[in-house]
């Protein structure tokens, strides 16, 4: 418990840039930047349990088949296993020509040595310096001031050249992160990496790429994305600088504030697949990437089967994928709410397979990123006719009349509420055969005989009456047309308000379903439902439904 009465004294608020001139507002991103994955770095850092080899390599081949081109794989200095991965990569050709390797090391001439020798014989590699430059982190962390800083950073730079020159036969890119250079001053952060460049000497052939973390994120993504701006507009040789992102998300915003970066004009951002990283994790790769292609921006990578992504990724992190994560949650692609199933519903039937995409809330097609229809509506205590009618006509091709779905849902929800759970498409069928297709008492329709002559139809009826003991009963009747004249020959006032018929299949195996709307003895109407191979059978049944369940009504008379 804080001492001060206002704890939120402890903290102040981020200096906003002065830059008037901002461009980034009125700029949309066009293209993808250049991807590059640190899962089996940043994310494997912050892990429980660091994955082993073996997961490790199964996560980097994921990576390359969805298409992620710089792959940070791990911090060669830091472990054996780090280092004998990086080695596995290069001595087993897992490399692909297409792709490059990237590793990360700190500014000590040790780590350096260690981070080249990892590399020994790889066709081409990023390797990636950082050292922490904000004003808390000289004091706190280096007990150094800015040029001591520099220094660091100008040192390990000439060390990197160093050390290349030994390896000629790999292609190398140099990287520099001032890290925290969020809470950095911009001109000390620009000083830094001019000088650096200075020594890397880059060309618009032969770039260098200088990260710009927002290692913590301390402020709004409008602060970011200035400071982007500021940054490229303000560092030397800008056609011979990638300007890479590397946001966390500890105020939420990584995906916004990368977002925005992108618009104040950086290359290439770095992060992990679902947002995996230290504390709150790294930027969501998967949702930057996934939000290109919602504004129509192929993002150049290939989440057609995002939920196989997913397994690996939580089977290698250990770390399961939150229900409500964008894109590839459990429940994003799901509506419960009624009003949301009947957009849903309504913009399926509507949507043309060639025109834009405009089903009401899903921001996505579903079926883009290999999840199927079947899987969007789901029915709980909040969901309304849309959802149910939906389930029944994907899973049995059964096609409830707009009124009987009225009533329908009023009979699921009441079963929703007493079990307190979630539906299943089967459980509404199963209760839809027990509610519509088994209301047999009090008459249970045994067979017919119908005749018919010139338009007009007699029927009879043999019906079983549960009534008084078990009695068969035989009922005749006239008409125009076959459930005329079995409403005529019921001994029971009876009026059809609404009848409804479809085929459910096709072929062989194809079924008649028959719904009817029957007022009773003047009371409310009620709904049947009879299916059958044959068409009048299964109006018959349908009559006998509804007839059954008005009659078990308690406000229903008895006949
Ligand atoms: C924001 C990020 O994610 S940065 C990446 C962070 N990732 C990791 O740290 C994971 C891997 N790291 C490790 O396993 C270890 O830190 C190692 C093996 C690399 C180094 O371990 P150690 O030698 O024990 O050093 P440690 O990391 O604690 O650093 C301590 C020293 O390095 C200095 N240092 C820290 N970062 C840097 C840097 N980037 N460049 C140069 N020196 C640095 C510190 O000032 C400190 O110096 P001091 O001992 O004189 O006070
Ligand atoms: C090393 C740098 C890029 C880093 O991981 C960070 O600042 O978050």
Known sequence: MSML???????????????????????????????????????????????????????????????????????????????????????????????????????????????????????????????????????????????????????????????????????????YSPETFSATELEFAKEVCDAVIEVWNPTPEHKVILNLPATVECATPNIYADQIEWFGRHINRRDSVIISLHTHNDRGTGVAATELGLMAGADRVEGCLFGNGERTGNVDLVTVALNLYTQGVDPELDFSDIDGVRKVVEECNQIPVHPRHPY???????????????????????????????????????????????????????????????????????????????????????????????????????LLHSEYLQANTPYALVSHRLQEENGHSAVEVEVSSKGQGETNLHWRGKGNGALEALVAGLPIPVEIMDYN????????????????????????????????????????????????????????KAA
């Not at 299916?531 to 006998?544: G, H, Q, R, V, Y």
């Open 328 to 430: 590839v949650g459990d429940l994003v692609h799901t509506a419960f709410s009624g009003s949301h199933q009947d957009a849903i519903r309504k913009g399926f039937a509507q949507q043309q397979p060639d025109e834009l995409w405009e089903v009401p809330y899903l921001p996505i097609d579903p079926a883009d990123i290999g999840r199927s229809y079947e899987a969007v509506i789901r029915v709980n205590s909040q969901s309304g006719k849309g959802g149910i009618a939906y389930l029944l006509e994907q899973e049995y091709g059964i096609n409830l009349p707009r009124r009987m779905q009225i009533e329908f849902s009023q009979v699921v929800q009441r079963e929703t509420d007493r079990l307190g759970l979630e539906m299943t498409a089967q459980q509404i069928h199963a």
């Open 501 to 556: 018929e479809h085929a459910i299949g096709a072929g062989t195996n194809a079924k008649a379903a028959a719904y009817i709307e029957l007022r009773v003895n003047g009371e409310r109407a009620v709904h049947g439902v009879g299916i059958d191979e044959n068409i009048t059978t299964a109006s018959f049944k349908a009559l006998f439904s509804a007839l059954n369940r008005s009659l078990s009504q308690p406000e229903a």
């Open 5 to 175: 009465k206002d704890p939120s004294s402890k903290y102040r608020a981020f200096p906003t840039i002065d830059i008037p001139d901002r461009t980034w507002p009125s700029k949309t991103i066009t293209a993808a930047p250049i991807w590059c994955s640190s899962d089996l770095r940043d994310g494997n850092q912050s892990l429980i349990e660091p994955m082993d080899a073996v997961k490790k390599l199964r996560f980097w081949k994921t990576l390359v088949q969805v298409g992620v081109k710089e792959i940070e794989a791990s911090f060669p200095a830091a472990s054996q296993t780090d280092f004998d991965f990086v080695r596995t990569l290069i001595e087993d050709g897992h490399i692909p020509d297409d792709t490059t390797i990237q590793v990360l090391t700190q500014g000590r001439e040790d780590l350096i040595a260690r981070t080249f020798e990892s590399l020994r014989g790889a066709k081409k590699a990023i390797v990636h310096l950082y050292n922490a430059t904000s004003p808390s982190f000289r004091r706190i962390v280096f007990n150094q001031d800015k040029d001591g800083i520099k220094a660091i950073a100008v040192n390990a730079a000439k060390l990197f050249v160093k050390y290349a020159a030994q390896q000629p036969e790999t292609e190398w890119t140099f990287e």
